[in-house]
């Protein structure tokens, strides 16, 4: 069961002060870290920017103390802006809990069900993709705050958007721009004059004192959102309306869940990278479930592991789960004692924020690099990005990995072959070398009326028809067929139903079918579907050799009518 035990329970058995002190100083510093991205993430997404700050508390808290990673640090991420801004325009806030909720409940299945290591199978191309779409959907969200430019409410489609923003390219407010732009500039550049504070903290701190003591006609949070309540709200349960709301929410969930899923378990073995441990896939996925079904009773929105954040707590020392608890902390005493300040940090600075976020995310150069990879893997990757971009989160994954598996089906089927070895003396060459593994000095020779066929990779429903196209190349009907099967690692039914059906038009046609070489998986679903039944006894051999040695009995005897 240790599988699915939280991590900080093994670790808390060799603490010490020493690491403690190392723990705490790291939760403090993503503490800070945090703060400007919890509170532009809650924005980005269409909620207010304390929602934001809860999720990254209670998440934050729930995922480190629970989860499978000595590291990780929870909480709302970029990789959920797409999805919970088309949640919360279609379904609004109460839409929003239930679908996080409904992922959350998704996510402690999968933990329970073990299916930690299956995620991370996810086809890089789709990733790629969607990542880098994502980030192109996250910049896109940012130009009218970017710039200042005087639109009432931006609409969700990525080509409404830019319609939109062409329309008003005359509203530009030169001091939004600005602020926006040394906000980029800080957070670019900041890090090489010191990492003791976040270039993002202090591009907040300059921009915000500059607005108020120079009166900047910018917006705020304040002016847009009004007050941050110095409080922590109360646990409420969720209004459903009706099973229909309830079924339409279950695809937005479902997004939710795989986003959490492999977010967190790619930034779980990320970190495992660097620090040389193993996490716990399956106990990571139970913690991000809890997380999402507790973290939105309290108003939070989606969270999940923050591959940023992990990595600035592993760099600052943290070693623990309690790092990512005290950062939770951290967090929480701000909102408390200085959420009232958040009010006036001004909106082109958190646009500048979330350009920069967006520009981390976009892997541009992992999307650039795909592009020297197959011609299949691109037209997934292609197909993700554009789908995510133009239409929706659900719709590009779905698309993406239906793609992606239609694409490897068809791979694996062109390595699958069906060779055919004619009784004319020209396969004396092939035989030799299919008796080389037989192991015994026997004459390998073709017998008379006899036709080997040799399958060579997996039988399965991409290849079988590979068989019926080997038949219809020989002319002459043989007395005896040897089918040849030590290449093929597995079959699946489509392969058997092939088989079979050779084997009853093979009998009506009075041609007798050996099997020779057969692995261990193909032998046991043959014995299972009846087809070895179908055979008759002893027309299954390990050896080549004996498969000849039979074919060559038949073909001397006289055959009986079928």
Known sequence: MTMLQPKIISTLKQYNRRQFYADLVAGIIVGIVALPLAIAFGIASGVSPQNGLITAVIAGFLISLLGGSRVQIGGPTGAFIVVIYGIVEQFGINGLTIATIMAGIMLVLMGLFRLGSVIK???????????????????????????????????AGFVEKWLLYAQHLYSVNWYAAALSVFTVLTVVLFPRITTLVPGSLAAIAVTTLAVQLLNVPVATIGSRFGQIAMEFPMPHLPAIENIHTLKMLIQPAFTIAMLGAIESLLSAVVADGIIGTTHRSNMELV?????????????????????ARTITNIKNGGRTPVAGIIHALTLLLILLFF??????????????????????????????????????????????????VLIDLTVAIQVGLLLAMVLFVKRTAETSEVQVIRSQFDADDELTDIGSDAGKNLPLLLPPKTQVYEINGP????????????????????????????????????????????????????????????????????????????????????HIAGALQAAAQLVNVPQQPA
Request: charged share 15%; net charge positive; hydrophobic share 50%.
């Open 121 to 155: 199978f996810m086809p890089y191309p789709v990733i790629v993709g969607f990542t880098s779409g994502i980030a192109l959907v996250i910049f896109s969200s940012q130009i009218k705050d970017f710039f200042g430019l005087d639109i009432d409410k931006v609409p």
């Open 459 to 542: 039988f399965f429903f991409g290849a079988a028809n590979k068989f019926d196209e080997a038949l219809r190349r020989v002319s002459a009907a043989p007395k005896v067929r040897i089918i040849r099967m030590q290449k093929v690692p597995f079959i699946d039914a489509t392969g058997i139903n092939n088989l079979k059906s050779l084997c009853q038009k093979s009998k009506n046609e009075g041609i007798h079918i050996i099997l020779s070489e057969v692995n261990a998986q193909p032998l046991e679903v043959m014995e299972k579907s009846g087809l070895l039944k179908m055979l008759g006894p002893g027309n299954v051999f390990p």
């Open 339 to 388: 959420g009232k300040w958040a009010r006036l940090i001004p909106m082109p600075c958190l646009a500048g924020i979330l350009v920069m976020v967006a520009y981390n995310m976009s892997e541009w150069r992992s999307f650039k690099d795909m592009f020297n990879h197959p011609k299949s893997d691109i037209s997934v990757m292609a197909a993700t990005f554009l789908l995510t």
């Open 287 to 307: 913690a991000q479930g809890t997380a999402n079904i507790v973290t939105p009773l309290f108003g939070g929105i989606p969270a999940t592991g923050a591959i």
